[in-house]
């Protein structure tokens, strides 16, 4: 029995060490990457905890009671507990469909066929590649008004859109191509951005993508319009430069207060992580995000409805 004891408090020490790593996320590139991982943290953390319980270890329990605290801390805010209730929009809302096709490889009828069961007004598409372009042409048909900028590899990037565009451009977000529309929708003109931000595979694309949201900060900052900004950002909430960005660029994560499902990687979900998001500014209200299913790409599409800020009886966070 006492060994079995020490190996609890062994095995306590160990998930309290990860779960402090991320402490140091603004020290290091690695330490960084520790951060995206906190809810499998705490998955582990309740278990051993309850283990350690059940074996009335009160070190053990005490020092994975602390842990559990460090990983809650990034991840209580996005829980499904503080929704309040939304009434029925005065005008018709606006949907928004983020998804990332993946340059290697997807399955174009099945995406087509949750972009026609979702019904989205907006669609912004990451990786597309001139290949996907022609494999997406039905979109053209669905969606009148959209702007492309294919590219082989994985930072091509589409938006698609039912509502009239009165200007659009592919932009620069650091060294990345974007795409700034800006729509006629049935309240009055927005903007959206679509974007997909660098890897951070290394600590010099680590840094890149830093430097890239800080960028994408400054400019959604700028915007006095209704705002949306969608793509892959390779960055989950419980990263403090997600935080930071949030908090430069006054948006909103439209996960907060409704989610903890993942978007990547659709192959190996115990490991699954946030990193496609859609945010706004205080022009819109959310009223909903929905994960998509799966289309065969290594990333889940998301689905966010939103409301004009004003047109809606009550705020939801």
Known sequence: MRRVDRLLMLVAALVALVSFLPLGARLSWPLELTTHFRVQYLVVTAAVLTLALMRRRWLATG????AGAVSAAPVLPYLPLATGSVAEAAAPSVKVLSVNVSFRQFSARRLLEIVRESSPDVVVVQELTPHAERELAALDELFPQNRR????????IGLWSRFPVES????????????EARLLGPAG??????VHLSAPTTARRGAARNNELRELAARSAA????????????????????????????????RRGRTLSISWPTTLPV????????AVNDGFTVLAHRRLPNFESDHYGVLVELAPRGASGTEAP
């Open 223 to 254: 915007h006095l319009d209704p705002l949306v900004v969608a793509g892959d950002f390779n960055i989950t909430p419980y990263s403090p430069y997600f935080t930071d960005w949030l908090a430069e660029s006054g948006l909103t994560d439209s």
């Open 63 to 66: 020092v994975l009671v602390a």
């Open 149 to 156: 900028f294919p590219a082989d590899g994985p930072y091509g």
């Open 168 to 179: 659009s451009a592919t932009i620069a977000i650091g060294r990345r191509p974007a795409i």
């Open 271 to 278: 490991i699954g992580i946030p990193i496609d998001h859609v």
């Open 189 to 194: 003109p927005f903007t959206v951005i679509g």
